[in-house]
């Protein structure tokens, strides 16, 4: 097996690294101390926001943890809005992890108030170097918080939740480091796919057009150039020039194939291919990528390997590159193939 971690250390880690978000500290609260003794004997609870969170979680917890996610498949983070039910499950727990970066836009103040009342509320993005962290030029401010989109990134964050785990948990911290190396090594063989399929696009194609600015991880990691029509957040709206210029990229470089995200809505990306049409150039929907969600529980592209496999598979194919139709581990269940509009 490939050890990822020193990359990952490379890649992602500088000297001085903040150890900890408010929450995740060594002392605990009375709560967090009574939860923790009690997870010797039975399951405690986890809640995590995101699909992709909820996942790396499970598989580092085994089952010793009981994982509740809060969003479900096709659920934008950007937008959500959290429910009583949902402070209720937050109120109930453990430990809670979030993506952080802002990702969880309108639930940020409720998430960082959580330590207060008693769980402990970690960003699994909380150890990543400042310099890694990408910003947009529309917005100075915001952080752009879609790391998963570069695999060796998301593996670093599941060494943090192994290391969250271990602390809240000491007798079973050596199985959590266990899990979380074992992990990793899939995660390095998925990385070594999405470079190699990507690369095997034509370079005069290798362009990625998307609905919204949810790639730039992708982008970076696995050198293919990306364009959206909104920026790195969902809750903003794009202008007719925001439209035209996009539609200017396209036909200048003769791009193929433009994508839609299962959590966005694809009205902006219908008007693109419109434009398109009218300037004579005929675009296809090379299909449909995870960006902010994974796929339905159950299904194979509801697991993150799943979701970036599946993203990969379906750019490369579509933009001219060489993909097996099932992807990676062959258990691909969306057909790859590009679509019409």
Same mark, same amino acid.
């Given at each position: ?16 690294? !903040? ?28 809640? &995590? ?33 959290? !429910? ?50 990408? =910003? ?5 401010? =915001? ?17 943090? #939740?192994?290391? #969250?785990? &271990?602390?809240?948990?000491?007798? =079973? ?8 190396? %074992? ?10 796919? #999405?470079?190699?399929? %990507? ?29 959206? #029509?909104?920026? %790195? ?43 398109? &049409? ?5 675009? =296809? ?19 993150? %390997? ?15 590159? !060489? ?19």
């Amino acid at each position: 097996m490939r050890r990822v971690g020193v990359n990952v250390l490379e890649l992602l880690y500088a000297v001085g690294l !903040t150890t900890t978000l408010a929450g995740c500290g060594s002392s605990d609260s009375p709560a967090q101390s009574a939860s923790r003794e009690s997870s010797t004997s039975g399951r405690y609870r986890v809640v &995590a926001t995101t699909g992709m969170v909820a996942d790396i979680v499970q598989k580092v917890a085994g089952d010793h943890a009981e994982v509740v996610g809060l969003m479900g498949s096709g659920v934008d983070p950007h937008l959500y809005k959290p !429910t009583s039910s949902d402070i209720t499950k937050l109120g109930q727990a453990d430990v809670v992890f979030y993506s952080g970066l802002m990702l969880e836009g309108r639930m940020d103040t409720t998430l960082k108030s959580l330590s207060s009342r008693g769980p402990r509320a970690c960003a699994v993005t909380e150890e990543i170097a400042p310099d890694y962290i990408l =910003h947009s030029a529309q917005f100075a401010e =915001h952080p752009d918080p879609h790391v998963w989109g570069d695999v060796r990134a998301w593996s670093a964050c599941t060494g943090y #939740v192994a290391k #969250v785990l &271990a602390d809240f948990d000491p007798p =079973h911290a050596d199985e959590y480091r266990r899990n979380a190396e %074992i992990y990793q090594g899939e995660l390095a063989r998925l990385d070594d796919y #999405v470079r190699n399929v %990507i690369a095997s696009i034509p370079e005069s194609q290798r362009f990625l057009v998307t609905a919204h600015d949810a790639f730039e991880y992708f982008s970076k990691a696995y050198a293919i150039p990306v364009n959206s #029509v909104l920026g %790195i957040t969902t809750d903003s709206e794009a202008g007719v020039d925001d439209i035209n210029h996009l539609v200017d990229f396209l036909v200048e470089h003769r791009i193929p194939a433009v994508f839609v995200e299962t959590s966005v809505n694809s009205r902006n990306m219908e008007a693109v291919i419109e434009g398109a &049409a009218r300037r004579d150039w005929t675009l =296809h929907v090379g299909g449909n990528l995870f960006s902010d969600a994974m796929g339905a529980p159950g299904t194979y592209e509801g697991t993150y %390997i799943g979701m970036l496999d599946h993203n990969a598979t379906v750019i490369a194919r579509a933009l001219g590159g !060489t993909a097996p139709e099932r992807g990676l581990n062959g258990k691909l269940t969306v057909d790859a193939t590009p679509s019409s509009p």
